[in-house]
């Protein structure tokens, strides 16, 4: 059978380190890249004798998750013991939800081409994460860093509904936006606050049945998860037309060979004994509690989106883009707020920014500069200081060595040439110069003063100011 | 004047009254060590020197004419599952045997905030996992009625240096009569608090939903003085209770009329020794000579209690132990070449036997295929051992029981039988299993002198109805002053 005959069926467990100042059950600190073990605390190193105190906010955040993407809330939660033995592992068990999550039966939904589609989220969970194991950076063996041992997690768990790698993509860039949006994590995937198991399947179009699956654990970044399910559905079909079948297992994609790989053998199958956690108390919600994190819910992508069609007249497009990203619609309503041009705000922002990051293979909110600086950049433009060829050169200069806007324009020596005497003086020579492109203007050839425009702006390395050009150009052709 | 043989409350008057100090007090309990220690065995870890240079300094403040804490300066001794900082804590395991905990439990907070001084760290059967402290790493300790009898367990360190006044008191710890049962075969006072009303904050978890800490006393009136100290609500123990804080020294009125008290036939039936038996038939009598209203009741569920015990006690320590797995504290292997071996060789080597035992068990009853039939059922006869007390406590303020069907056992008897050892808890577990408050105190001897002990059941939080209770009748008979330990036979 051909390669088109198959369905790709593919389910996300998407782990999100929440922003909670302190851990999930002790007050030590859950920021990232501080010196190893030294956040932490009896309690998270799990001595003998210490005890876990649920931190409140982790059920506040779970719940806003929940809530933004249209769970069920449960008044009646639990914690659970999954216990497994493993170095980053100090109680040898993790304290996470079996089956009482705090959210269940969800939705959100995606788009692409147009096409919108809805996307299951079976349930969320709340859990700790574990430590750290540093491999051979000190010789042999292996170093534990328990700081991020007891970070707070949400596990969300996707119904099996995505169809495609762009899919995937999608619904976890999906994710990714609501949970910016809502402050509950801040979804660095590169430090891996958000990182993916990706569940993977094949089976036969118009089949109702599920094939069976494999999972790539802990994925954490869009383009790896896209090549590693497209070569994980590719490896499978060959699989099954090679007449073999597929085996559940965990698999460990490889960036670099690009290939998965078996991470445990079988005999590991883990049985992790999931029992209810006796040294915490059920977590019971009221409606009321519920009600007020719903009523307190940060504006939505969705909602902001609409904002901006209405309140700024972008375009719907151009909208949605922006909105995609906290990050990038944040930037973009501070820049407008100092510089008060939406449209070139916007403009800036899915064009060249969103170019640069692109080729730089960044995410927004690793943009190097500030909102203040873009809008300084802008009015720059905006008050023919600059030009905007001159603009680009800017951007570049702030994505590589950010500061004040003016500064580099001035260190650069790019201020745009509006002296009439200096421009007049540029006009002049370049007509000089060339007799036959006047001569074609005066034939009735337009293209020839944009050619003459164009040298100038040659001569004055993109500085003189085009709308003043242009004016004089024409001035003089028409004598 | 033998200070030793005073109670905390008499020698506290004797603080305040200026006839003894804190010196004093504590020197003739370190003289005292020295002499029975080696006879009974009940220190892991003995802090002699350094008690009598905090009693100094006690002593001092008070000159100084600071005001301390009324117990300021009253020694006390530890069961070796309590976390001390600075001290170690080593649950009579090998796998502990050098662990110095970085911080102080709640308990021991409370004992140093009120300047009590430790003596040193109790004796117990490693991981408070047996009913004899046989299933000490270290040593056996003796019952000081009878030195070749076992004192009980786990917290038979504990009953034994009470019952032998080398502390004046102590803290032990019950899961499922580890309090109760050494108190009863060592002719002293124990009680199991109300599950939450004491912090396990820094006590080293056997069941997590069972462990309680409670006092081991030489009479009631100091079991109500030591509960005041180690109870409250605590932040760090999600589980203790957020009740206000009493005075259970008041409750000792000395007064039973018109208590309801049911007697459970199921504990007076097969497998109970007849000299206990009648003891207990006297206590009756007795409680009823004192105006309090006896009944005889029915605890149906009782015969499944134990097995649910086991289930759910086992299942839970599997879970807890789990952390001692060689990598961060503790012992580790010096045999091994990988991740898997470390971690197998280090638990095999530092676990004794009977801990061993009740983490395959442990595990077993979690695993997938058999959860539902073991730890599910169990939780099921759990809710159901809660309901038939919650309805017999409908009727009764109290409950009267054996402690233990038998007196103190011989060393060595029942250590290589677990299910022998196991039925040692029978009157006990399931007070656990419900989270019910229970003392044990004794009732007399049997015809070879050795101490029989009864329980007092009450419902949650009547820690003062069962004080109450228990004090009356002390004071009615007078065991301390019938019955002393002689220390008896040679140790086997």
């Known amino acids: 059978m051909a390669r088109e005959d198959y369905e790709i069926v593919i389910g996300l467990e998407v782990h999100a380190e929440l922003s909670t100042k302190t851990k999930i059950f002790c007050s030590c600190p859950t920021e990232f890249g501080a010196e190893p073990n030294t956040h932490v605390c009896p309690v998270c190193m799990a001595m003998p004798g210490t005890l876990p105190v649920l931190n409140e906010k982790v059920v506040e955040y779970a719940v806003k998750a929940g809530l933004a993407t249209n769970c069920e809330i449960s008044r009646d939660s639990k914690n659970d013991r999954k216990n ?72 969300i768990v996707s119904e099996p509904d995505m169809r495609s790698s762009k899919d995937a993509e999608n619904y976890l860039r999906k994710m990714k936006s609501i949970l910016e949006y809502i402050e509950v994590s801040d979804c660095k995937m590169q ?27 802990n994925m954490n970044s869009f ?60 977590i019971r919600l009221s409606d009321e509690y519920i009600e007020n994190i719903k009523n307190n819910l940060p504006e939505l992508p969705e909602s902001r989106r609409q904002r901006y069609v ?59 500069f500030t909102a203040p600086e873009l809008a300084k950049m802008i009015e720059l433009i905006d008050k023919g200081t600059i030009s ?50 006047i001569a074609d203007y005066k034939a009735g050839k337009d293209r020839a003063l944009g050619f003459l425009v164009g040298q100038a702006m040659k001569e004055t390395k993109g500085k003189a100011n085009p709308q003043m050009l242009n004016k004089m150009f024409l001035e003089e052709l028409n004598k | 004047m033998d200070i030793t043989e005073l109670t905390v409350h008499e020698l506290m008057d004797k603080l305040k009254s200026k006839e003894l100090t804190a010196k004093e007090i504590t020197k003739a309990y370190v003289d005292r060590i020295y002499e029975k220690e080696k006879d009974v065995q009940a220190f892991v870890t003995t802090l002699t020197e350094e008690a009598i240079s ?35 804590t080593t649950c009579s395991s090998k796998m502990l045997e050098n662990f110095i905990s970085p911080y102080d439990a709640t308990v021991t907070e409370k004992l140093n905030s009120q300047e009590l001084i430790s003596l040193g760290k109790l004796n117990m059967d490693e991981f408070a996992m047996g009913a004899s402290t046989e299933y000490s790493y270290f040593k056996k300790t003796r019952n000081p009625w009878n030195l070749s009898t076992v004192p009980g367990g786990s917290s038979g360190g504990s009953a034994t240096a009470v019952a032998s006044s080398m502390v004046p008191w102590a803290l032990g710890s019950d899961t499922g009569g580890s309090i109760r049962q050494p108190a009863s075969f060592c002719g002293v006072v124990g009680l199991k608090p109300t599950y939450g009303l004491v912090s396990r904050y820094g006590l080293v978890a056997f069941a997590s939903s069972l462990d309680q800490i409670g006092p081991i006393t030489k009479d009631v009136e100091d079991s109500a003085i030591l509960l005041n100290i180690i109870s409250g609500h605590d932040e760090k123990d999600s589980t203790s209770a957020n009740i206000e804080k009493k005075d259970y020294t008041k409750a000792l009125k000395n007064d039973v009329k018109g208590l309801k008290i049911g007697i459970p036939k199921e504990y007076f039936g097969e497998g109970i020794n007849p000299e206990v038996k009648e003891k207990l038939e006297e206590t009756i009598k007795k409680y009823k000579e004192l105006g309090a209203i006896v009944e005889d009741c029915s605890l149906d569920i009782a015969d499944y209690a134990l097995a649910t015990y086991y289930i759910i006690a086992c299942a839970e320590a599997s879970s807890n132990l789990g952390r001692f797995d060689g990598i961060r504290y503790g012992y580790r292997t010096k045999n091994f070449t990988n991740l898997k071996e470390l971690f197998k060789n280090s638990r095999s080597e530092g676990f004794g036997a009977e801990v061993k035992r009740r983490i395959i068990l442990g595990t077993y009853v979690l695993s997938s295929g058999y959860y539902d039939a073991y730890y599910k059922k169990a939780q099921q006869v759990r809710t159901l051992v809660k309901k038939e007390f919650d309805k017999l406590f409908e009727k009764y303020n109290l409950l009267l029981t054996p402690t233990s069907p038998t007196v103190a056992f011989e060393i060595g008897t029942k250590s290589n039988n677990p299910l022998e050892m196991y039925l040692a808890d029978i009157c ?29 059941i009450g419902n949650h939080f009547e820690e003062e109805t069962i004080l109450n209770a228990a004090y009356t009748y002390e004071q009615a008979t007078k065991f301390r002053e019938k019955y002393k330990p002689e220390f008896k036979g040679g140790a086997k």
């Open chain 1, 223 to 282: 383009k790896s998860i896209v090549r590693a399910i497209d070569y994980e559905a590719e490896r499978q079909i060959d699989v099954i037309e090679d007449g073999g079948t597929i085996t559940q297992e965990t698999l460990r994609w490889d960036d670099v060979s690009g290939k998965t790989f078996p991470m445990r053998d079988k005999e590991d199958a883990q049985d992790y004994r999931y029992f209810p956690e006796p040294d915490l108390v059920a």
């Open chain 2, 54 to 88: 905090k009693a100094e300094q006690i002593d001092e403040k008070r000159q100084n004419g600071e005001t301390l804490p009324e117990v300021a300066g009253i020694p006390i001794g530890i069961k070796d599952n309590i976390c001390t900082k600075g001290v170690r």
């Open chain 1, 388 to 437: 905007s060829a001159i603009g680009k050169k800017v951007l570049e200069e702030l994505f590589e060595n950010p500061k004040d806007p003016e500064e580099i324009v001035k260190e650069k020596g790019w201020v745009q040439i509006s002296d009439e005497g200096a421009i007049k003086e540029v006009v002049t020579k370049i007509l000089e110069n060339n007799p036959q492109s």
């Open chain 2, 428 to 456: 006990t577990v399931s007070i656990n299993i419900a989270g019910l408050p229970a003392i044990s105190i004794p009732c007399g001897v049997n015809s070879e002198g050795m101490p029989i002990g009864m329980q007092l």
């Open chain 1, 84 to 155: 497994y033995f493993y170095p980053d592992l100090p109680k040898s068990y993790q304290i996470s939800q079996f089956d009482k999550p705090l959210c269940e039966h969800g939705k959100v939904e995606i788009e692409e081409d147009g096409e919108k589609k809805t996307i299951g989220i079976t349930r969320i969970h709340i859990e700790e994460d574990a430590g750290k194991l540093n491999h051979n950076e000190f010789g042999a063996g292996s170093l534990v860093d328990l700081n991020r041992a007891g970070v707070p997690l949400i596990e």
């Open chain 1, 191 to 217: 430090e891996g606050s958000l990182r993916a198991d990706v569940n993977v399947s094949v089976r036969k179009k118009g089949e109702t049945k599920f094939g069976t699956r494999t999972e790539m654990k």
């Open chain 1, 310 to 368: 209405e309140e700024y007249k972008l375009s719907e497009k151009d909208s949605k883009m922006l909105t995609a990203s906290k990050y990038l619609s944040n930037l973009f309503e501070e820049a407008l707020k100092i510089c008060g041009n939406a449209k070139a705000v916007c403009n800036w922002l899915l064009s060249d920014v969103s170019r640069i990051l692109n080729e730089k293979e960044m995410e927004p909110d690793q943009i190097p």
